[in-house]
Structures are given as structure tokens and as C-alpha cells.
């Protein structure tokens, strides 16, 4: 077993620190507090070629592997969680099931976009009553004169309102009970598709979560992604890597948590001494330091199996539950150690607790998770 990173992935890993540190964080706060879409970050890192990092080179990618995206989802979550889940949605979501399924002239046409960053990736999976029942879709698409007319709506969908086109399921046959779920690439500026950005957030108040509504969009045959009534396959597939994203992004978060705690431990002072000389403040900042090696570690191995063409869906689901609930532990207890501070935004740990909980639920929730797991275990 090799845990040292590869001279690239430490490159990018340094990259990605360094531009967190001085270009992600420094406007992080005021983001969340403004709602404002980090938009001049996105077209930085599209100068530095990140925006398609996993992808292969000939769409504009950088054809690096997953534990590398893992890295930069971290780097970037660490300083900023609405930007983490912006460019890890962006990837794994929107580029990635393009990647996996699209025809080659599909991929030139709508994931070199993706790559260079002049499109935001989305995918449209969840609906008001498709939620971790994803196959509870009701959106259809009906074949008609060469093309699918799709109608219906979706809702939590990240990055829409910056994605030039994005993957949707839909139901393209019925059979009693039975649905035939497809996946179909749709142009966000269609007659009749509509992006409303209203929601009301805990958390990530920078990032972009939408709801889409379709009324007979119009969009050519060929624009079914991958097989006929594989959507349902494709998204579970697609999720697996997500979840990967999401790992690493608690993983960030639970790491900038730590940080602000251990600092604030040593400066703050009470009973004559600073608290961290206290063992009630050590024991919490060790298991907190623990905590993220040990999800580290979980992401970094899912990450491993992917790129190694080996089945993965277990330990992505594990990391991905594993470092959400270890993340929302670690932020809760920095919050904890700064006592009523850590109540206050300057000190930006409650920042960190409201964002960390969406971890939990995003890409199938702590309890989606365990069944995953358990299926997977042989239950």
C-alpha cells in the first residue's frame, strides 16, 4: 500500500491550497452573507485549467485522475463550502455523465463547454417527489416528429442557472407500474424550460441551487444521452462518483473547522492559561484530528478504486457517509470550543456548521447510505 500522492496530485494539491488560501477565502464570508455566486473565482480556475480536470484532454480536460479532483474539491471547500460544492457539482455531476455516456460527438459538443468553464455543469435528477426514491421521476419526455418533448419539473438542482445544458431524467415509456427512465441533454435557454433561483438556504449561500421547469421543451432525438431507458443505471452510476465529491468537501470543511478551533484553543485564555491546555479542549481537538485522517483516507481509497476500474460503490458510500457525519461532528465542536464567539460570523465556524449539513443529505442521504452499504455487504 502507497499513501504518498504522485508529483502531479501534490502539485495540484499545492496549486489548489495556494489559491484557496489567497483567492477562495478572503471574500468567503462576505459571499455567504451576500449570496453572491463566486462567478470571477470559476473564470480563474477556468485559467488554470481546472474546470475539467478528470476529463480527457481532446474535450479541453486535464486528464487527471480522481484522487486529484478529490484534492481540489477539499482545497477549495476548506476555504469556502459554497464554492467547494459549486465546482464538485460541476464535475461529477454535470461533466461526469457526459463523460461516461455521451457519444463522441456529444462529448465535443456539450463537455468541452464544461471543460474550458464557458458552461456550469448541472444534472437534473431530483424532484419534489423523486428524492432518495430517484426513481419516483415523474418528468416525461414523449417522441414526437424527431423530437422529445419533455415536461415536467426538478428542484435542488445545483448550478442551473450558470449551465448552458444539462442532463435530465425522465420517463420515456410506461408499462403499468413500470417506467422507463431516460437520460436526455436539454439546452437551458429551450422555449418553455424555465431556471428559478428562490430558495431560502441554511447554508452555502453562495453556491446556486435551482428548481427547473419544463412545458413541451423540445429538444432533437439525438440528444438522448447513452441507451434508451438507462437514466436510472446512469444516475446511480453518476451519484457513486459524486459521493466521492461530497466526501471530500466534508472532508475540507471539517478540516478549516479544526483549524479555527485549534488556533482559537491556544490564543484563548481563561482560569490564567490558554483552553487548550485543558483536557476537556484536548480530547475534542484530537478526536477531531483523528476524525479527518481517518475520512481522508475513506475518499482517498474510493477515489483509488474508481481510478482503478474497480468496484467502488461500497466505499463511496461509506466515505461519503462516514466523512458528512464526522464533518458536521468536527464543526459542532469548534463551534463548541469557541463558546459564544463561535455563535458570531467573524469567527466562521458557524458558517462552516450550516454548511456542513447539507453533506448529509446531498447525493443520498446518511440514511440512503447505510442502505447502499448494507446491500452492498450482502444484507
Given at each position: ?21 489567497e ?34 484532454e ?55 463547454p ?48 450558470y ?9 420515456t ?34 453556491s ?64 490564567g ?69 463561535g ?10 456548521f ?17 442502505i ?8
Amino acid at each position: 500500500m502507497n499513501f504518498t500522492l504522485t508529483e502531479e496530485q501534490l502539485m495540484i494539491q499545492k496549486m489548489m491550497r495556494e489559491f484557496a488560501d489567497e483567492v477562495v477565502a478572503p471574500g468567503a464570508e462576505a459571499r455567504d452573507k451576500n449570496k453572491e455566486f463566486p462567478v470571477e473565482i470559476f473564470q480563474k480556475l477556468s485559467k488554470l485549467g481546472m474546470m475539467g480536470l478528470p476529463f480527457p484532454e481532446e474535450y479541453g480536460g486535464g486528464g487527471a485522475d480522481t484522487i486529484s479532483f478529490a484534492i481540489a474539491v477539499e482545497e477549495l471547500s476548506r476555504a469556502c463550502g459554497s464554492t467547494g460544492i459549486t465546482y464538485s457539482a460541476h464535475v461529477s455531476l454535470g461533466g461526469a455523465p457526459l463523460n461516461l455516456f455521451g457519444t463522441h460527438e456529444q462529448k465535443e459538443k456539450y463537455l468541452t463547454p464544461i471543460c474550458t468553464g464557458e458552461s456550469f455543469g448541472a444534472f437534473g435528477l431530483t424532484e419534489p417527489n423523486a428524492g432518495s426514491d430517484a426513481g419516483g421521476t415523474e418528468t416525461t419526455a414523449v417522441l414526437e416528429n424527431g423530437d422529445w418533448v419533455i415536461n415536467g419539473s426538478k428542484c435542488y438542482i445545483t448550478n442551473a442557472s450558470y449551465a448552458k445544458h444539462l442532463a435530465l431524467t425522465a420517463i420515456t415509456n410506461r408499462n403499468g407500474s413500470d417506467k422507463e427512465i431516460s437520460a436526455i441533454i436539454v439546452p437551458t435557454d429551450a422555449k418553455g424550460f424555465k431556471v428559478i433561483d428562490n430558495y431560502e438556504k441554511m447554508g452555502l449561500h453562495s453556491s446556486n441551487t435551482t428548481e427547473l421547469f419544463m412545458e413541451d421543451v423540445r429538444v432533437p432525438e439525438g440528444n438522448m444521452l447513452g441507451k434508451r431507458g438507462d437514466g436510472f443505471k446512469q444516475f446511480l452510476v453518476t451519484l457513486d462518483g459524486g459521493r466521492i465529491g461530497i466526501g471530500a468537501m466534508a472532508v475540507g470543511i471539517a478540516q478549516a473547522a479544526y483549524e479555527k478551533a485549534l488556533a482559537y484553543a491556544k490564543e484563548r485564555k481563561q482560569f490564567g492559561r490558554s483552553i487548550s491546555k485543558f483536557q476537556a479542549i484536548q480530547f475534542k481537538l484530537a478526536d477531531m484530528a483523528m476524525k479527518i485522517e481517518l475520512a481522508r483516507m475513506m475518499v482517498y481509497k474510493a477515489a483509488w478504486l474508481k481510478d482503478q476500474g474497480k468496484k467502488f460503490s461500497k466505499e463511496a458510500s461509506m466515505a461519503k457517509l462516514y466523512a458528512s457525519e464526522a464533518c458536521m461532528q468536527i464543526c459542532s465542536e469548534s463551534v463548541q470550543i469557541h463558546g459564544g464567539n463561535g455563535y458570531m460570523r467573524d469567527y466562521h465556524v458557524e458558517r462552516y456548521f450550516r454548511d456542513a449539513k447539507l453533506l448529509e443529505i446531498g447525493e443520498g442521504t446518511s440514511e440512503v447510505q447505510r442502505i447502499v452499504i448494507a446491500r452492498e455487504i450482502g444484507c
